[in-house]
Structure formats: C-alpha cells, structure tokens
C-alpha cells in the first residue's frame, strides 16, 4: 500500500515537472539561464556596450590605443571593484575604498618622498595601513553591530578629512617622485623582460594590467576552490544558517574586510604608478565605479551571490563607458550619468531573475 502511494506520488512530480518544462515561455527560460549562469549577465552589457560605442565612434573605441586606454583606466577601478566584491558577497557595502586608497598612496608617498623611507618600507606601511582601516570596519560590523553602510559611510568622511588635513591638499609632483622614489610607479611601467615587450593589440601594456588579471584569477581560485571563499558565500546568503552548519561568521566577516583592505592598499601602489602623481582630490568617482563595477557584474547587494569574473567584466564595461563617450566628445558628467543608470538596470535585473527564480 506504501509502496503504491509513493509511486503515485513520483508520478505525480514526473508529470508536475514535465508540465513546467513544456509550458515555461521564452522569457522564463532566458530567466532561468542567467540565475544558472550570472556571469553572462556583464557579459552581454559589456559586448552591447563595446558594439554601441564602436558604432558610435566610427570604430575608433577597437584601436590599439583606445583599448590600452580603457584597460589602464579599468585597472584601478578593477581592483577596488575586486575588494568591494568580497564585501558585497557577505550582504555589506564598503563607501570608503576610494578614499582608503587615496590616504594610502598619500602615506606611501610622503614616507618616500618627503620623509626618506625605503620605498618598499613606505609601500608596506601604505599597505598596512589600508588593511588596518579595514579591520577597524570590521570590527564595528562584527562586535559592535553597526550596518555596513552607516560604518563604511563614517569611515569615508573619516577618511577624506585625513588626507586634506594631513596633506594640505597638496600634491606630489612625478618628478619628485621620480627622484626619490621611482618604485611607487612600477605598476605604470610598461611590461619589457629583455626584448621582449607584451602588447595588446600593437599597443604596450603595463604591470597595473598584469596585477588585475593575477589578482583575479587569484581570487577566482580562493572563491571557488577554497573553505573560506565557501563560507563568504555562505555568510552573505544565509547568517544564521552558517553559523548553525559551524562557521563562524564574525570571524570570516572580519577577514573579509582585512583582505578587502590589503587590495585597497594595493590598488593604491597601482593607482601611482596609473597617475605618475600624487594628488589628494584624485578618484572622486571611484567609489561609484566599484559599486557600479561590481553590480553590473552580477553580485547581489543581498549577497551570496555573485562572481568574482563577472566584476571584471562589469569593470571593463565601466571602462568602455568612460573611453567611449569622451571618444564621442560627451560632456564628461555622462559617465557619471551612465554609471548611475547601469547601477539602476543591474540592480533591476538582479531583483528580476531572483524574483521568477524562486
């Protein structure tokens, strides 16, 4: 009688499921390809968008030169966009990396220009100062149980005073940075090991490039491959759930923001060498750009979902942006315009497929 009553009922399902399959229309299917496969998401934006500015240009946004702009642009913004990343994952928001990123150059470069420091010693310190920054954030999400927003939001403000009541708003020029401490510009050295130069496309590459695709596919690894990419996911979707499976779930949200901290600091070697300056009131916009990087990457604000290559995508599709529209001779304003606008589409297209998904 048992026996019968189950076979009933896997019939049931059989005809449940055959029944979904057959009648689930064009745009369900699509929906239901895109939650299996979030990193098709940027990249559609980011083919669309290289097709729409390619036209627009008259095919100029596909020179040599106008992609190592791009790549080079990107690279910065890849590597907040990368940190930001591993904090979105866990269900939080970080406003305060670009200003993080800019104290930490702001450090690196007084210590070695100003101060004498070796430049490595000065590097590490600048380093060390940004995962410190972190730590204190994460401690005020974890122990004291602040939102991410309101701490992230007090440390940028935090943050952005520092550097003008510490530098004066004053630069370092290259040229004094060339003599006391060429190191900080390695990363915007072109990328020569004896007659051998990497290109792209005719055009010379430099390190900053080489740094985005090592830290990602870094990353890629440690998301993908490792327990405490596992957990990071696992916090960002369900808290309480981890907790209950054994993580420990203030512990992984710390060294989120410790990690995220030491790509701050790095991105901020990086952003010397991209510059060949050091200017207090550079990178106004890059807190926007990683936010807007990472969620048209695909990553959930809700966390727990999302790809670490799809935010390398949403970086260059923020790139492509930025080249093609002052290729177009638009009113710089229009990438601050369409950032906000691909933050509102991925965000609406986020809520889209995890709405019909459930």
């Known amino acids: 009688m048992a026996d019968s009553y189950e076979a009933s009922v896997a019939k049931a399902d059989a ?3 055959e ?9 369900a299917q699509v929906q239901h390809l895109l939650h299996n496969f979030p990193t098709l998401v940027p990249i559609i934006i980011l083919l669309l968008s290289v097709t729409a500015f390619a036209f627009v240009t008259d095919g100029r946004l596909l020179s040599g030169l106008a992609i190592k702009i791009t790549l080079e642009q990107t690279a910065i913004i890849a590597l907040l966009a990368c940190a930001q990343t591993l904090i979105i994952l866990t269900a939080g928001i970080d406003l305060s990396v670009g200003a993080v990123m800019v104290l930490s150059y702001v450090v690196m470069g007084h210590l070695a220009v100003n101060y004498g420091f070796p430049a490595p010693l000065s590097v590490f310190a ?4 940004a995962m410190a920054l972190g730590a204190v954030n994460g401690f005020l999400v974890t122990r004291v149980k602040l939102p991410p927003f309101i701490v992230t939001l007090g440390m940028w403000q935090i943050v952005l005073a520092t550097v003008f009541l510490y530098t004066g708003s004053q630069s370092i020029r290259s040229q004094d940075i060339d003599a006391a401490a060429p190191f900080l510009k390695l990363f915007g050295e072109r990328v020569e090991v004896g007659d051998f130069q990497l290109t792209i496309m005719g055009a010379p590459t430099i390190y900053a490039v080489v ?14 491959r490792t327990a405490w990419g596992r957990h990071v996911y696992a916090v960002g ?4 759930a981890a907790q209950l499976a054994g993580v420990r779930t203030d512990k992984v949200l ?3 923001y410790v990690v995220a901290g030491a790509i701050v600091g790095l991105a901020a070697w990086a952003a010397i060498g991209r510059v060949g300056s050091i200017s207090p009131s550079s990178f106004a916009e890059a807190n926007l750009d990683s936010i807007a990087a990472v969620v048209i990457g695909g990553t959930s ?9 799809g935010t390398l995508f949403g970086a260059l599709t923020v790139g492509v942006f930025a080249t093609g529209l002052k290729l177009a001779g638009a009113n710089p304003q229009w990438v601050l315009f369409a950032s906000g606008c691909l933050i509102i589409l991925a965000v609406a297209l986020d809520q889209w497929i995890r709405r ?3």
């Open 15 to 17: 005809r449940v499921a």
């Open 19 to 27: 029944f979904e399959r057959t009648h689930r229309g064009p745009l």
């Open 126 to 129: 600048g380093i060390l100062l």
């Open 211 to 224: 740094l985005v695709v090592l830290l990602f596919g870094t990353f890629w690894y440690v998301l993908n």
């Open 237 to 240: 979707d369900d808290p309480e």
């Open 254 to 256: 710390m060294s989120v």
């Open 301 to 309: 604000l809700f966390g727990g979902r999302g790809t670490i290559l």
């Open 356 to 358: 019909i998904s459930t």
